[in-house]
């Protein structure tokens, strides 16, 4: 599927603009959510503005444009990295899971249903780059203490302050994942 392959320019004094962008602009394929994308892009275009602008996948937020936030948190081979410090012509031949991959089928992911039983989220702006990190530390640590929960999520900023329900989210997610029933 290709992304955003530009339309040709009707005005002919825009001729030589096009294929100025045309020679800045590389073909790369990106395997997101398990579809291989193709798209053209700019050299130092972020992993986050091509998801958001170019592929759709709104999910991934962005706030800072830092990599401080946690708000673009995507696993690009089961790691949870910032998108918008990642530049997408560097992700060629990885795995790039966004918030939108999660679910399977119109089916919660057990993180996701932790997410919604403990009120995970409040506003939601934090929860897609806090859901992933969390992903990525239950691949890593199924079974993980509230030290390396935080630790885990410590790239991530939840403005409405609600990091103990973060945690109990956490948890449960980590039990639904072992097989185990969270408690109430």
Known sequence: MLCNQQAPRENERFKDLDMQETRQQKLIHLNVNGETRSLY???????????????????????????????????IDSVAVPACMTLAIEQENKEIETIEGLSKDGTLHPIQEAWLEEYGAQCGFCSPGMILSTKALLLKNPNPNDDEIKEALSGNVCICNNYEHILNSVRSAAKKMSGEQAHD
Do not use: I, M
């Not at 275009?45 to 990599?67: M, P």
């Open 41 to 75: 892009v700019e050299p130092n275009w972020t992993l986050s503005k091509v998801l958001r602008n170019d592929c759709g996948h709104t999910g991934t937020k962005e706030a800072c444009g830092e990599g401080a936030c946690g708000s673009c948190t995507v696993l």
